[in-house]
């Protein structure tokens, strides 16, 4: 069986590449998918520990946060097609229409 | 069985209020009908009331509110007999109405607005405890200013009924803190009252005026009198009775005759054992009456507009049921009964005045009695009528208002020769003397001699004829007919309470009469009857053209002096509107307004304009870059790491 920690290993490192993507990117698309990144390494945080102990409130957990980050990419990705269709770029720098 | 749905006869007219706000707009008529059935329905119940609690009990039915406050309903025989006049009269006006009002775009508006106004007053008059009579008083206020202004398109409409609600509210404050000060007083006795009895209850207020100190019942005796003053248009406060004129006559004749000067005398009358309490508000309530009653009727000698004599001569009669309540402090409770005796039969008469007038409009489409003339040759009935409504309020001999004034002038000679105060008599007498001439002045100038213009000569329709005889009936023959039982129902109002008037008197200090005072000689007996015939006749030798022997032109010029302060109305327009209304208030509120501006809301701009300053030099931290934004929150959690780890190691 494959020890605990190198899930909590595969999942931090999922987390810092998103976390490194967020900050430094700044294509709309790219930052959601960095976004989604994120929610994954937490998925597979939960889905590990629960699958080490006798206790599946973990994997169900997951599967809502699934479902959640479905609906977050659909959302996410309308917002960006609107922006394109209003200012033609999602570099989200350009987009500064409320800003001081 | 009547007695357990009292609350309907409020609750009809509000219901019809609300169908005809609403609907009224879709059917004939306005849905005008609604209001009447509804103030009928009222009536019934009243009168199923009246039979079964006639003449010994009371109806009471009250219900916690809160804190210490009820709402309820008392019907005794003081409250009994307004309510079936209040009905009643309304029912006619209402139905007069639908005739009056044909044809007017805000007929639904009118007959909405009307019935929420008779159920104010029936629910002023039903409250058992002093805060409800209070709310109802100002829905009350607030009717009267709708239905005066219900021309608002007229400029003087508008005036009239912001100046009706602006002089009524002086009162109505005085009311409040006649309300705030007694309950003061009475919560602290600091009474033990019984389950179902409450503070401001009038049971309660009765049996516990002679325990509040004397002063302080002055004090409270004479606000609540201003709220009269303000609500039954005595001097000084009588400036928007004549003003009110501006809304429709039906309007007129419910305010002069049944739903809203009434209430004043009718809350003197209701509190009358306080007031009894208090002698000197006594004296003043007297002695304002009795004013008001010749300064009024002064007034309407030389108007000319057919509606502002009426409202004059209803100043004037309002005068006279305070003059008598004022007596009350020789006769006792017996003068409630003879001032609402006099305004039960005044509200027939003037009802009924107001009508016929109304009917004469509506043909000869003006108020101004100079262009009528000879009207009397094409409008029988209104004539008739409107003669026998003169007669009752002259108090030409066996009609109503002959009995009621009388009674008044016979309680207000008792006052003087007990007292030796005969001023309020002597106003009195002059005033019924006026009464009679300016009445049949009126009349002649109207209904006798050439046509003055050009109008449509028709009669008025049946629907507003009919109100028209079933009042004159009243007002010549309900005198007759009811006035020994009405003394004797009405005086008992009181006992139904335990009041103990002689306790009382103990702290007004009045005299106890000693026996009954039915030793006025023969001339006070015969002198209202005098002045009365004698106003016609001189009435008859200045204006009826067969018999005209006197001139006007011989007696008074144009630049007469009296005849000029009398056509101004003693220069009360200048006073009251020119110089007080828009120089000293105006003056105090273009100062309110600076200090308003310069202080209040300079401070208050100040600080928002600081507030605004500081959140927009703090708006930086926002770079809008989600980067940074992003970097904030990694090092806040590295931070947070290090610093939980560093917390958790010193602790172990």
């Given at each position: ?100 | 069985m ?67 406050f ?132 009038f049971?309660?207020?009765y ?45 007129s ?16 009358a ?117 003669a ?27 006052y ?11 106003l ?12 049949f ?38 005198g ?27 702290v ?44 006007t ?26 110089w ?15 200090v ?45 790491v ?11």
């Amino acid at each position: 069986m494959i020890p605990l920690e190198l899930y909590i290993l595969l999942a931090s490192v999922m987390f810092a590449i998103g976390l490194y993507g967020l900050a430094t990117q700044r294509n709309g698309i790219k930052l959601m998918m960095c976004t989604e990144i994120l929610l994954n390494s937490a998925n597979i945080n939960l889905v590990a520990f629960s699958a080490y102990q006798p206790n599946v409130n973990g994997q169900v957990f997951a599967l809502f946060s699934i479902a959640l980050a479905a609906a977050e990419a659909g959302i996410g990705l309308a917002i960006l097609i609107t922006l394109y269709r209003l200012y033609g770029t999602i570099d989200l720098d350009n987009i500064n229409a409320m800003r001081w | 069985m009547y007695s357990d749905y009292a609350y309907l006869i409020v609750g009809l007219p509000v219901l019809a209020f609300v169908l005809t706000i609403f609907l009224g707009w879709h059917l004939p008529k306005g849905g005008g009908f609604f209001t009447v059935l509804a103030t009928f329905g009222g009536f019934i119940l009243s009168y199923g009331i009246f039979k079964e609690i006639y003449p010994n009990e009371i109806l009471h039915q009250s219900m916690h509110w809160f804190a210490n406050f009820n709402v309820g309903i008392l019907i005794d025989p003081l409250a009994l007999v307004m309510l079936l006049m209040v009905t009643f009269v309304c029912t006619l006006i209402h139905t007069y109405a639908l005739g009056y009002m044909d044809g007017d775009h805000g007929m639904a508006r009118y007959f909405a607005e009307a019935g929420l106004f008779t159920a104010s007053m029936l629910g002023l008059i039903f409250s058992d405890n002093i805060l409800q009579l209070f709310i109802f008083w100002e829905l009350v206020g607030l009717c009267s200013y709708l239905l005066i202004g219900f021309w608002y398109r007229k400029p003087s409409a508008a005036a009239a009924a912001k100046k009706a609600f602006l002089v009524t509210r002086v009162g109505d404050v005085m009311f409040l803190a006649a309300i705030v000060l007694l309950y003061n007083n009475l919560a602290s006795l600091n009474l033990t009252l019984p389950p179902g009895e409450y503070l401001l209850q009038f049971k309660v207020i009765y049996q516990n005026v002679a325990a509040i100190p004397p002063d302080q019942l002055t004090y409270i005796a004479l606000l609540f009198f201003g709220g009269a003053v303000g609500k039954s248009g005595q001097f000084p406060l009588h400036v928007w009775l004549p003003d009110a004129m501006e809304g429709p006559t039906t309007v007129s004749a419910m305010i002069h005759a049944a739903t809203m000067v009434t209430a004043g005398v009718y809350l003197v009358a209701r509190l009358f054992p306080l007031f009894y309490a208090a002698p000197s508000a006594l004296l003043i309530v007297a002695y304002v009456g009795g004013f008001t009653a010749l300064f009024a009727a002064t007034m309407g000698l030389t108007a000319f507009d057919i509606k502002r004599v009426l409202a004059f001569s209803t100043v004037s009669q309002l005068g006279y049921m305070m003059l008598a309540l004022g007596a009350g402090a020789v006769v006792g409770a017996a003068s409630v009964g003879v001032s609402i005796f006099h305004l039960i039969g005044h509200s027939f008469l003037k009802a009924l005045l107001f009508l016929c007038a109304g009917s004469v409009i509506h043909a000869v489409n003006t108020n101004d009695m100079r262009e009528m003339g000879g009207v009397g040759k094409y409008m029988k009935y209104t004539a008739m009528t409107m003669a026998a409504g003169g007669l009752a309020l002259a108090g030409f001999p066996l009609t109503t208002g002959f009995f009621s004034k009388d009674e008044i002038l016979v309680v207000a000679w008792e006052y003087g020769s007990a007292t030796t105060d005969f001023i309020p008599y002597i106003l009195g007498i002059l005033g019924a003397l006026l009464t009679a001439f300016y009445t049949f002045r009126l009349w002649f100038v109207t209904f006798t001699g050439e046509p003055r213009s050009d109008y449509h000569k028709h009669e008025s329709p049946w629907i507003m004829l009919g109100p028209l005889m079933v009042l004159a009936f009243f007002a010549l023959f309900f005198g007759l007919g009811a006035q020994e039982p009405f003394y004797h129902y009405l005086e008992s109002n009181f006992e139904h309470y335990d009041v103990n008037f002689e306790a009382l008197a103990a702290v007004g200090q009045h005299h106890i009469e000693e026996g009954e005072a039915a030793h006025e000689p023969f001339i006070i007996k015969i002198l209202p009857i005098i002045v009365g015939v004698g106003g016609i006749l001189l009435a008859i030798l200045f204006y009826y053209p067969r018999f005209r022997k006197l001139d006007t032109r011989k007696f008074t010029t144009e630049n007469d002096p009296i005849r000029r302060i009398l056509l101004k109305g003693y220069y009360q327009h200048e006073i009251y509107t020119a110089w007080f209304a828009e120089t000293v208030v105006y003056g105090i509120a273009l100062l309110s307004n600076m200090v308003d501006i310069k202080i209040v809301d300079a401070t208050l701009n100040k600080i928002s304009e600081t507030t605004v300053a500081f959140g927009g030099s703090l708006r930086k931290a926002q770079t809008g870059i989600i980067q940074n934004y992003i970097l904030a929150i990694i090092f806040g959690v590295v931070v947070l790491v290090v610093l939980i780890k560093l917390w958790l190691e010193v602790s172990i």
